[in-house]
């Protein structure tokens, strides 16, 4: 009988709301029909979320102070700001090549200055092609021409 009743005991449940005694299988508070499972969802929902919030900013600040120099990451208008650099003639291109071997500790901002001088290279192929072309077309053009006046 003891054991029971410190069975039925243990199985009681509180209202959230009002604090006073639930039947066990009642999803509904008997005194200020409250519910049981709603109430503490309530409760516990708006806390947790909060202190997730809250951890995720401070990781986010703590793994920011914990990268390293050289991964560093670069805000969107750090980088505007190297493009504009790196477009400059003479200095522009100097930086890059300074920046590309090693200039800066900065690895997120070597990859960019190669990717650029990458970009400039393949620029620079192209139009050397172009003018190849278009200097062998002219030659070729002009040769004709000179021939035809000759002629
Ligand atoms: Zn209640």
Do not use: D
């Amino acid at each position: 009988m003891e054991n029971l009743e410190e069975e039925k005991k243990g199985a009681k449940k509180f209202c959230a709301n009002c604090g006073k005694e639930i039947a066990k299988g009642s999803e509904f508070c008997s005194h200020c029909g409250t519910s049981t499972k709603a109430s503490v969802r309530v409760e516990t929902q708006p806390t947790n979320y909060s202190n997730n919030n809250n951890n995720s900013y401070q990781n986010e600040y703590a793994n920011l102070a914990n990268i390293p120099s050289e991964y560093k990451p670069i805000s969107m208008w750090g980088y505007f700001g190297y493009e504009l650099l790196f477009s400059l003639p003479c200095v522009g291109f100097i930086l890059l090549i300074v920046f590309s071997f090693g200039g800066t500790q900065n690895k997120n901002l070597r990859n960019f200055a190669r990717s650029y001088f990458c970009l400039i290279i393949v620029l620079t192929v192209i139009l050397v092609l172009l003018f190849v072309i278009l200097g062998i077309g002219g030659a070729a053009a002009y040769g004709s021409y000179s021939r035809y006046n000759n002629w």
